[in-house]
């Protein structure tokens, strides 16, 4: 007794290797026409971390002034921890600074460790004792 088997060969639709090849490659394309445009938008979202944190940094200030009635050239004293920049294995884009701090006034200083845009210009932003917050050098 001879067993016959009946192998049913039944094609499914799909796309072939160079079919999806080929639209990969354009989409890539598309991503590399499109980033240039895209490039400012990515600073500008980048250096919200920087007014944040300087924002921050200026009610710490405030709170101290109150207390001692004169700002801090310390991040301990005003209990600023600035977070690991990405060149320390961190996620912080900036690196912050107190740059002056006397009785009535202070300076505090964001300044980018990456070049968002790769134009050779790092981002720095200020903000002082009247919460007076500028872009000094734009990215």
Do not use: C
């Amino acid at each position: 007794m001879k067993i016959q088997y009946k192998i049913l060969t039944k094609k499914i639709p799909a796309f072939n290797m160079q079919e999806l090849l080929v639209v990969l490659v354009i989409i890539g394309i598309l991503i590399l026409i499109a980033l240039p445009n895209l490039m400012p938008i990515i600073a500008k979202t980048k250096a919200l971390e920087a007014q944040n944190h300087l924002v921050h940094m200026y009610g710490l200030e405030r709170n101290y002034f109150f207390m001692y009635s004169k700002y801090s050239n310390e991040f301990n004293a005003i209990d600023f921890l600035p977070e690991k920049t990405v060149k320390n294995g961190g996620t912080s884009n900036y690196e912050y600074q107190i740059v002056e701090a006397s009785n009535n006034s202070f300076k505090a200083k964001a300044i980018a460790v990456t070049d968002f845009d790769g134009d050779g210009v790092f981002n720095v932003w200020e903000i002082d004792q009247n919460k007076n917050l500028k872009e000094v050098v734009k990215d």
